[in-house]
């Protein structure tokens, strides 16, 4: 490090020449007292000016170590020349201040280094650090003062999942049980903490001020006992009284104020705007765009809001960006054309090697840009991206597109099969298949709609994708009644379990199906049997979801003064998920197979340890009309903001057949779109198609189509339509299995997909990202699940995999119950660790005892008897999380930090070890938190919790791929002149 530059003092001591001439012509008392009133006045505006100097000058230097921040975060090792170009070359002029002069400026780093961050409100962090030294020389213009400052700093780099939580908005815990925090936490906007039974933190800081609950400076004033204690070296704990907090100034009976007594009697773990802590932002220069919605105009508490947070503005409607910038949620949304560089390279979205957009699948690769080349689509045929949203991507992304641009072959054994269940076969040539067969084939990747568990025994649950075959609720609402559904014969077992209990929804998965022809029989007189083929149910599948308790009981409800654009029909469509299902089991079997085109052949270093590998970030983002654009766009005929597509589209016709239908029958396939004769399949002119169907009622009047809604939609949804094969049936294409003569699965057209069509749009999109099958993330060592069809290899995802959107997500079983969080020592063989990402836009978690026909589409969900069958289990977390929530106003609670991933079931035991980060308000969560008991007793009941921090996430070595970093800085050594 080269020499740091020589000091040059301002000018000391002034001459008045006239005032000394002045003098002599005075008597003696006169010169005497003109002087001294003439030199203090020179002294104290000398002075005044030689402290604006260093004020600026003190900025500057600020200024320098947030630009030096900036730019060793993307050139961590540059030369002194290269500094040398970049500050005084480029950016000296603009970090002047007007009427200054920046006579020297000298910055020189040293070599990055591990080490813990040796003062602040962060010191003994692990980071990555890179020492910098300062010089600067600034002088005033006008009267020539000037300032030297020099300053070494550590700039030290942190990954927010360094932090057991870490919130970037305003922030509040209410625990009921007993919880202790372990690890760090840290808002950028405020706390307000204790818990009924008692909270213990370790070190909580914020940048905003610290509250107990209850105290009125809280924005949801949680009443309770509100126990808090802060855990200290020695174990101990000090308990915080209803006063010791912000601004207390006898904090204690110790005589001492809030600053004084938390850096002494807490040890400094207790540290907010008093102790000068600095919020932690990324290195990004400008504001990022992010994404609108529900919560575009939302604006968080900060310091500017105090003393009483409840005058904050939660819909500044004034300000359409106001909360934009002041938060994390960038980090999660797309790539978008107006993104700066630094701000590009800071999204999920960008960092991830994989992205699934709308049902196709891209590689980062160079020379291709956002979102990247394509290698994979559930389109069939050729395919255009309407690119509504902005985000979408490229022409010629269908499957015959990728075929001919991966010269995948015209064989059907070129063609991969792990990519996803669902395909075509075009005039005998090999686009893409969809010939699964369950007792041979290994599951795909990608399946769309309900899901079913099965137990393969040794602990091997695995949920396949399948499609309701059932379940209504009653003819109240044009529907058909339960009654009226009969049970399957118990020689179909896999059915039988599911549908032998009339009262229950019935779910068929394709893993259980054996044949082409497995069939249930219905005992509803003259309807014919139900076609039960395993391709007919992948495709079926994906014309319905299951409901988000939670969602659905606090949406909209329905009023005469809610008729706007707060359509009170909208409330039971928001609780309406129709998912993209990501098995990670299936995944890590993909990267795994280097064969043809499958996965593993485009990360060869992954799949057998020579050339590129895959950096271990997956991003999945689905996209329908307004959906980046919040309010921007309305449905005039519902007048409600299109940032949630509305399920229950049931406007794509059902051709007739030869022989005509009946109105009824024709009514009944948009419910049961696969049924056949029931006399002779092969025959479907036959008279009884035409028969009346009397048990089946429909209340026409019913503008809400929940009478359509009773087991699926009607349309296929958008990740499987086309631009080319538009209106023609799957069958005709030759999916083996379903008969030819029903055209039940019509390819629909990607064109009317857009609200703006005139007649007939389709609505049915893919609304959440469901991660299932993530039992095993990188086991230590190999795993054989989904009955042994799958092996799960030790070894594929050794730094770690990271699945991110910006829809919200959904879990589904235990997850990463390889990785041992208790065993920090590397040598001990019980070690084994592997970070575990999920970034969302909201995430609720499930168990292993979760099955979707216990929250069907039919019914709302105030259904007691699914709720009474929602029995969730014993369930381990071992997991990062970066997500939004619904921040507490004055009249709702946020739910609080153990609230943060989403229950839907009647929980036992619930144990978390990762990290929980709260990047920004949900932008398609807005429902406010409802818990249990009383009327809201259906969404869910509380578990024993048993949260805590991973220690493996200490270091930087163990984050998850793509991780966000902050950079906080620690003065070793400053002066100035």
Request: hydrophobic share 30%; net charge negative.
């Amino acid at each position: 490090m080269s020499t740091r530059p020589v000091s040059s003092s301002a000018p000391r001591g002034y001459i008045l020449l006239l005032v000394m001439m002045l003098a002599a012509l005075l008597s003696a008392g006169l010169v005497v007292m003109l002087i001294q009133v003439e030199k203090t006045a020179n002294t104290g505006g000398k002075m005044l000016q030689r402290k604006q100097t260093f004020y600026q000058a003190d900025g500057v230097q600020r200024t320098v170590v947030a630009l030096a921040d900036q730019f060793l975060s993307s050139n961590p090792e540059p030369t002194q020349a290269e500094l040398d170009a970049y500050f005084n070359a480029t950016l000296k002029s603009t970090i002047t201040p007007a009427g200054y002069d920046l006579e020297q400026l000298a910055i020189e780093t040293g070599a990055p280094a591990r080490a813990d961050i040796p003062n602040g409100p962060f010191r003994g962090m692990t980071s990555r650090q890179i020492p910098i030294s300062i010089g600067l020389r600034l002088r005033d213009q006008a009267n020539y003062t000037a300032a030297e400052q020099t300053a070494d700093v550590v700039l030290g780099q942190l990954s927010v999942f360094q932090f057991y939580i870490f919130a970037d908005t305003w922030a509040h815990d209410h625990p009921g049980p007993t919880m202790n925090w372990t690890g760090r936490a840290h808002s950028n906007y405020g706390w307000c903490l204790a818990g009924n039974s008692g909270l213990t933190v370790d070190w909580v800081t914020t940048s905003g001020e610290i509250y107990k609950n209850g105290d009125s400076h809280c924005t949801y004033n949680h009443s309770g006992s509100n126990t808090l204690k802060v855990r200290l070296a020695d174990n101990s704990t000090v308990s915080i009284g209803s006063s010791d907090d912000h601004g207390c100034t006898n904090c204690k009976s110790s005589g001492k104020n809030w600053k004084q007594w938390t850096d002494e009697d807490l040890e400094g773990r207790l540290q907010d705007s008093s102790h000068g802590v600095n919020p932690l932002r990324l290195p990004i220069s400008g504001d990022p765009h992010s994404q609108a919605g529900w919560n575009s105009s939302l604006r968080y508490c900060d310091a500017a809001d105090a003393p009483n947070f409840n005058n904050c503005t939660y819909k500044n409607g004034s300000d359409p960006d106001a909360g934009k910038s002041a938060n994390s949620r960038f980090v999660i949304d797309p790539v978008r054309s107006q993104d700066t560089g630094d701000i590009r390279n800071q999204k999920f979205a960008f960092k991830a090697d994989i992205r699934i957009v709308n049902g196709v699948w891209y590689i980062k690769e160079d020379g291709w840009t956002w979102p990247g080349k394509p290698i994979w689509s559930d389109h069939p045929g050729n395919h255009t991206e309407l690119d509504l949203e902005g985000i979408e991507g490229i022409a010629g992304v269908g499957q015959t597109d990728i075929n001919s641009l991966q010269t995948w072959g015209n064989a059907e054994a070129d063609v991969p099969d792990r990519f996803s269940y669902y395909g075509t076969h075009q005039n005998g040539v090999g686009v893409m298949k969809m010939t699964y067969d369950p007792s041979t084939d290994a599951p795909a990747v990608v399946s769309y709609g309900p899901i079913h568990r099965k137990d393969h025994g040794s602990g091997d649950l695995y949920w396949y994708p399948g499609h309701y075959v059932g379940k209504t609720s009653s003819t109240s609402s044009g529907e058909f009644a339960r009654s009226t559904l009969g049970a399957c014969p118990a020689t179909y077992d896999e059915l039988d379990d599911q549908c032998g209990d009339s009262t229950e929804g019935c779910l068929v998965d394709a893993s259980g199906l054996t044949g082409d022809r497995a069939r249930c029989e219905q005992s509803l007189g003259v309807l014919p049997k139900v076609d039960l083929d395993v391709h007919a149910a992948l495709l079926n599948g994906s014309r319905s979801g299951y409901r988000s308790p939670q969602t659905e009981r606090t949406g909209w409800a329905e009023s005469s003064s809610n008729t706007g654009n707060k359509d009170s029909k909208f409330k039971s469509d928001r609780g309406k998920m129709l998912p993209l299902n990501f098995d990670v089991a299936a995944f890590q079997a993909a990267l795994a197979d280097c064969t043809g085109s499958e996965l593993g052949s485009y990360f060869p270093g992954t799949c057998n340890g020579s050339g590129r590998e895959f950096n271990g970030v997956v991003y999945i983002t689905n996209t329908w009309d307004g959906a980046m654009d919040g309010f921007g766009k309305t449905e005039a005929a519902q007048g409600h903001p299109q940032e949630w597509p509305r399920q229950g589209s049931f406007n794509d016709t059902v051709p007739g057949l030869s022989g005509g239908e009946s109105a009824d029958y024709q009514e009944l396939r948009k419910l049961y779109p696969w049924l056949v004769d029931y006399t002779d399949p092969a025959n479907p002119t036959s008279s009884a198609i035409n028969q009346p169907l009397p048990t089946v009622t429909f209340n026409t009047s019913d503008s809400n189509d929940n009478r359509r809604g009773a087991v699926s939609n009607h349309a296929l949804l958008y990740n499987l339509c086309s631009t080319s094969l538009a209106g023609r049936p799957f069958e005709e294409l030759g999916a083996p299995g379903i008969p030819t003569s029903t055209n039940a699965f019509t390819i629909p057209d990607c064109a009317r997909y857009n609200y703006d069509v005139d007649t007939n749009p389709i609505r049915a999109r893919t609304n959440i990202v469901r991660v299932i099958n993530a039992r095993y993330v990188n086991p230590k060592v190999n795993r054989n699940v989904a009955g042994g069809k799958i092996t799960v290899k030790s070894g594929i995802l050794p730094k770690g995999l990271t699945i991110a959107t910006n829809l919200p997500m959904w879990s589904v079983g235990k997850i990463n119950i390889d990785t041992n969080p208790d065993e920090l020592d590397e040598t001990d063989s019980n070690y084994h660790f592997v970070p575990f990402l999920l970034a969302n836009d909201r995430l609720a978690a499930a168990s292993d005892n979760w099955e979707d026909d216990e929250a069907p589409w039919t019914d709302m969900a105030a259904d007691s008897t699914h709720y009474n069958k929602r029995n969730g289990s014993a369930m381990t977390f071992n997991a990062e999380v970066f997500t939004g929530w619904m921040p507490a106003t004055s009249g709702n609670s946020s739910g609080g930090i153990h609230n943060l991933i989403r229950h839907v079931e009647k929980m036992s035991s619930y144990r978390i070890r990762g990290s929980l980060v709260i990047g920004f308000a949900s932008v398609y969560s807005q429902e406010d938190f409802l818990c249990c008991g009383g009327t809201d007793e259906y969404t869910y009941s509380a578990p024993s919790r048993d949260f805590g921090f991973d220690e493996h996430l200490n270091t930087l070595e163990n984050q998850p791929p793509g991780s966000p970093r902050y950079t906080v800085s620690a003065t070793q050594a400053w002066t100035n002149e």
